[in-house]
């Protein structure tokens, strides 16, 4: 093909890319005067297009926006409602009637009115063919349509009855979408506490024992350098991962017949599984392949300091404990004259929701609220702060027991997280059934020497030591 050919070539082909911009305009639109003219004007300036260029202005030319313009009025006059004749209103038939009916007792304010003012059935005109004449005397042709009058449009309002009994009613159901699945307590210590993930069963830790600090001491320039020589031996020790299970068994049916039920086993074997994690790291015993807890590490609750605190109160008693771990420590050196160890930072303390709203309604002796004591920095999240540390509400605790800690002492491994399998155990195959199984391992300990960073005690113990009897 010669250059020439290609060109005359790919000019049609530009043409025909502009005429087919109109094909939408004339797709319901063939009639009319003025598209016809507007049309003739467009193929005239095509036929006259001999270069690329100039077909190429096709469609963004005058004679297009002419035509563009022209289909533009030909169809808002086609769209223009128009009065259907008398004749033609009545072929419409009662449907036409009804919904105009409607239409004007909706729009009709004195109507509006009567039904404010009325509680009463009332038969309303909503329809009529007949003439309305004013206060002269001339008629107005109002609604020349066809006559209609609705007393009662459903005389009985329970027609509509499922088919069966428990059965959905016809067309008045809506279906809420997914599981409304029980609510459990949250998670209160994995929440806070440090959880690390480990690739071992084995968890071997070394810490200082037998601890003697020496002391420090101060001489003068050219002074003799003597003093108290500091030692200590390095101990080690280590935890096994523990197993935490939950079983759940299902039906090879509802497998197939349940839309994602699967996944709801999954998701409430791994919550109760998590939740008894919880629980263990709190009070686990050690025992029967629990690991221990915190409560088997952690230090009762004394009155360091020797504290007399009339009328005592849970705040009372968690300032108490809060100097405790701050305060209560081990002096370490040469005939106890070394420094103090074992002294920490509490940051939480978790308690349970009966006692805290019992703190939230104490009352001093006046029947002044106390409540200044427990503060809300955020107050958005609804977190409260108790001498400095933040307040975990949850019923993992029992009512009248607190436990106030620096959390990160408290040390958590996973070794497998939430992991689950499908199979079948004695007679699930003959049964068509599955068990499902979810597991998770995890090591729990607090080290030696961070004991002193937990109290663990009730409020009664508390609130004795440190407002004894006269």
């Known amino acids: 093909m010669t250059e020439q050919e290609k060109e005359a070539a790919l000019l049609t082909k530009v043409k025909s890319s502009a005429v087919e911009a109109i094909n939408g305009l004339l797709a319901t639109h063939l009639e009319g005067a003025e598209v016809i003219k507007s049309l003739k004007a467009f193929q005239k300036a095509a036929d006259e297009a001999k270069t690329l260029e100039a077909a190429d202005k096709l469609k963004t030319s005058d004679e297009m926006l002419a ?105 008045i159901a809506q279906f809420e979408p997914g599981l409304t699945r029980v609510t459990r307590r949250k998670l209160a210590l994995m929440d806070v506490v440090e959880v690390v993930r480990t690739l071992d069963e084995f968890i071997v830790w070394v810490e200082q024992t037998n601890i003697d600090t020496g002391i420090a001491f101060n001489i003068a320039e050219g002074g003799s350098n003597t003093g108290s020589y500091g030692s200590f031996r390095f101990s080690e020790y280590a935890v096994s991962a523990k197993k935490i299970n939950a079983l759940s068994k299902i039906t090879t049916e509802m497998l197939d017949d349940v839309q994602g039920v699967q996944a709801q086993i999954q998701e409430e074997i791994i919550e109760l599984i998590k939740l008894r994690a919880d629980n263990n790291i709190l009070s686990g015993t050690n025992a029967n392949s629990q690991i221990k807890g915190i409560t088997g590490y952690a230090q009762a609750f004394s009155n360091f300091g020797s504290l007399s605190v009339p009328y005592a109160n849970e705040y009372d008693v968690l300032i108490a404990a809060v100097l405790q771990i701050r305060a209560n420590g081990t002096k370490s050196g ?92 004695n007679t699930d195959f003959a049964d068509g059934l599955i068990t499902v199984k979810g597991e998770i391992r995890l090591a729990h300990f607090i080290k030696g020497i961070e004991v002193n960073a937990f109290v663990y005690d009730t409020f009664a113990n508390g609130k004795a030591l440190i407002n004894p009897e006269p």
């Open 67 to 171: 035509l563009k313009s022209a289909v533009a009025e030909m169809k808002a006059a086609n769209e223009k409602p128009k009065t259907p004749s008398l004749k033609t209103q009545r072929k419409q038939g009662i449907d036409w009637a009804w919904m105009e009916g409607l239409k004007r007792i909706c729009n009709n304010e004195s109507v509006k009115q009567h039904i404010r003012k009325t509680n009463t059935p009332t038969a309303h005109t909503l329809y009529t063919s007949k003439f309305r004449v004013n206060d002269s005397g001339k008629k107005i042709d109002r609604i020349a349509e066809l006559g209609l009058k609705v007393d009662n449009p459903m005389s009985d309002a329970t027609s509509i009855v499922p088919v069966a009994t428990g059965a959905a009613p016809f067309q």
């Open 334 to 425: 040469i005939a106890a004259g070394g420094e103090v160890i074992g002294i920490y930072e509490p940051d939480t303390v978790v308690l349970n929701p009966v006692d805290v709203a019992q703190m939230d309604l104490r009352k001093d002796t006046l029947g002044r609220y106390v409540l200044d004591q427990m503060t809300y920095p955020e107050a958005a999240t609804g977190a409260k702060r108790i001498g400095g540390m933040n307040v975990v509400e949850n019923i993992v605790i029992p009512a009248g027991s607190f436990l106030c800690m620096d959390a990160k002492k408290s040390h958590v491994r996973i070794r497998e997280e939430a992991e689950m399998t499908l199979g079948y155990v």
